[in-house]
């Protein structure tokens, strides 16, 4: 009877192992491309790092035939996947698949339209309705009107013109039009993007539409003066779309795709349209209205980076690692285990004889607020050294240490 | 109450002697207690300034505006080129060039004999120099925020109260017929009872990336700047931009919280007190020298149950300015001499004799000098000015922590939580101290 008992046991670990593990990959996305007006082999395994990156997607991808090859052999199988990224614009692909596709979304499939993908298939109907808003490709008054913000008003504008506009790349502010919504919520509410080009003029049938965030298209260079839509989303039959306008891929390493801003609402975004939730934390780094805040490898920092570079700062330097070390002790929120390890590593940088004289100051102002009996002795050396007295006096005496 | 010279008895004295015989009706400002046409030189208000920068400046402009009521005869700035520029205006409005000026305010307070003081100076200094001249027994005409921390605000407070001194704060909305209007018929129950406020105040700025370490221009002494701060090396980034930094200012919220939680709290019986609890989240620069939040959303819970939430405008439906909301309806005040309402008839009320009538001033600067000869309290007085900037701090201090703070506002204390608490005050840089009294 016992034994039957820990067999029982050990298998329930096994299965809560093996579900845990299961678990933490939920869905599984396609990335589609093989054309495209940007390049599609730098940006592809940027999105599929991106998305991987969560630990909820396991991305395939589908490359379609050169431009002008026959489409014909080109069949994805979009009903295995619970999100389909387009990282297309290109040839038309056969009725087939055009249906298959569609149906797809209307069957509650996840679509995520990322960038050039707006321009693609301009004669598809059903595709202008997916994408809610497009460009270029001959796109007019016939696809829907234009939609911008006039002030906090959504403005639908059908006028006669032709759609798609863009003008030099740069930074350029994004402001959350609705903070509630699953994919910005906790995000603020501002935020610099890095240098992109700015999709403008865009018109489609904006059905079931919302605008999520836009961003001001300047005037200067011929610009619309509008707050244009850069993220959207659309409820098409069952199925949710995550439309970004952002991140012009360069040759894979542009200030576009390396934005915190664009790689956390493309995370967000796409977990939203593969499950109708996110469950995704905002990052330590996104950027704000200060200014804007890149991952040249496109992941985010861990602590020990934050603390080997914090113990090489001097001042006209980065400040990046502190503040990331900073909003740590914040999100630790009076979790003193966590607190305890934060706290023993900057005690190491003030222990540390190949730490900078400034580290030492950061380090010397946070242990101040922060610090306990711990880093108390630690502090009490550093006393007598002219660079660091005042630093030192100001810890000491907010921790109440005669 | 009254301790002060024989000078300023005088100049009550004569208040009230004027007030009975002199009466040039075009020439009287209404507030003025009947004060008004030529007004003798040994009557004026002895003034001074320290802190001559632009808000400094702006505020003595406002008092030169009243014509004959004040003389400056003294200024302070460790900056000689703002020094400079506000002798220039003074020698003109004066027709003299006897103005003293000081790059020490502790020479200044040593040597000058004055009724009343500007302080127009970063929030980091405010603790010592607000608290010696109220040593001093000057009147002071202070700018918001009044403290840096809740520990510089009390002692602040303190002094003020010990000293007898008549104070006003700079939060001169209090003086608009708007804000005033909006919070009297809030405290009268226009809108029901009040269930919650919504505070917006300005995002935060662009940054502008760290700068190198420059050379320290000539006309500045850059350690006095300082002062109690920690030392930090020159980097372009002194006047007006100090806000951004931590060190000296809590960025937009701690700048402006003096003037819309102020109005929040004077339409609600909250000008004495404090809140409860107090939770807020900052979205932080992540790059370079400006490190004030530049995002901010704070939400403070008072004893009697209603709810202050505080935020940069762009996260709250009204944007900036103050919004009351009642069980019977919503009253907004904003700049710009704006007020709304749920519903546009509330603002045709007319307030009964035997309800509440906040205090009325039409010009900030003008009830300050009457309320100096009268010696009754002005519109904007000490601990209202603290309470307000208690909000933000405390909200401040929730961010820092990333924890809920519970605060006890008649011990104005921090519960339970001794790491936060450590947050209340700030060491001071030797040699400066916080003066005890």
Known sequence: ?402 | MLKKSSRRIFLKKSASALAGTFVIPNLVPASSLGLGGKIPASDRIVMGVIGTGSQGTGDMKGFIRLKDQVRFVALCDVDAKRLEAAKSIVDKANKSTDCRTYKDFREFMDRETLDAVIIALPDHWHGIIYTEAAKKKWDVYGEKPICRTINDGKVIVKAVKENGIIWQTGSWQRSQANFHRGAELVINGRIGKVKYIEVGLPDGVRGIGTPPVKDVPEELDWDMWLGPALKVPYRGVCHWNWRWILDYSGGQLTDWAGHHVDIANWGTGLEYTGPVEIEGTGVYPVEGIYNAPVEYDITCKYANGIIMRVANASRLPKGMGTAWYGDLGWIHVDRGNKISASDPKILDEKIGDNEIHLYKSTDHSQNFIDCVRSRKEAIAPIEPAYRAISVALLGEISMTTGQKIQWDPEKEEIIGNPVASRLLSRPYRKPWTLPTL
């Open chain 1, 1 to 402: 009877m016992k034994r039957i008992n820990y067999i029982f046991l050990i298998l329930s670990v096994l299965l809560m192992i093996f579900s845990a593990c299961n678990k933490s990959v939920q869905y599984r996305a396609l990335i589609v491309t093989g054309q495209n007006i940007t390049n599609w082999q730098a940006s592809t395994p940027v999105l599929k790092k991106i998305l991987e990156q969560t630990g909820l997607f396991r991305c395939d991808v589908a490359v379609s035939p050169e431009k002008g090859k026959d489409m014909s052999g080109f069949k994805p199988d979009f009903e295995k996947y619970n999100l389909i990224v387009l990282n297309y614009s290109g040839d038309a692909w056969s009725e087939e698949v055009k249906n298959n596709f569609s149906s797809y979304v209307s069957n509650g499939g996840g679509v995520l339209v990322y960038h050039s993908a707006s321009q693609s298939f301009p004669e598809w109907k059903e595709y202008n309705e997916i994408c809610g808003l497009g460009g270029w490709g001959g796109r007019s008054e016939k696809e829907g009107p234009y939609v911008y913000y006039r002030g906090n008003q959504m403005v639908f504008d059908s006028t006669e013109g032709v759609a798609g506009w863009y003008g030099l790349p740069g930074e350029f502010e994004v402001r959350i039009r609705n903070m509630e919504h699953p994919v910005t919520k906790g995000l603020p509410v501002r935020w610099m993007h890095g240098s992109d080009l700015l999709y403008a003029r865009l018109r489609g049938p904006a059905k079931n539409m919302e605008v999520i965030a836009t961003a001001y298209c300047d005037t200067t260079g011929g610009g619309t003066g509008r707050h244009e839509p850069v993220l959207m989303t659309v409820n098409y039959g069952k199925g949710r779309v995550f439309h970004t306008t952002l991140g012009f891929p360069a040759d894979g390493n542009s200030p576009a795709i390396q934005c915190v801003g664009f790689i956390t609402t493309l995370q967000r975004g796409a977990e939203w349209a593969a499950s109708g939730k996110v469950t995704q934390p905002v990052p330590l780094d996104f950027p704000s209205i200060s200014g804007i805040s890149l991952r040249p490898e496109l992941k985010a920092l861990t602590l020990r980076e934050d603390i080997e570079n914090l113990a090489k700062y001097e001042i006209g330097k980065s400040t990046k690692y502190y503040t990331d070390l900073q909003n740590r002790i914040r999100k630790a929120s009076g979790d003193k285990e966590k607190l305890l390890e934060i706290e023993k590593l900057l005690t190491r940088i003030l222990k540390d004889k190949s730490a900078t004289v400034e580290s030492k100051k950061l380090v010397l102002r946070e242990l101040g607020w922060m610090g306990s009996d711990y880093s108390v002795p630690a502090i009490k050396k550093l006393k007598g050294i002219p660079e660091l007295e005042d630093e030192v006096n100001f810890a000491l005496e907010r921790l109440g240490v005669k």
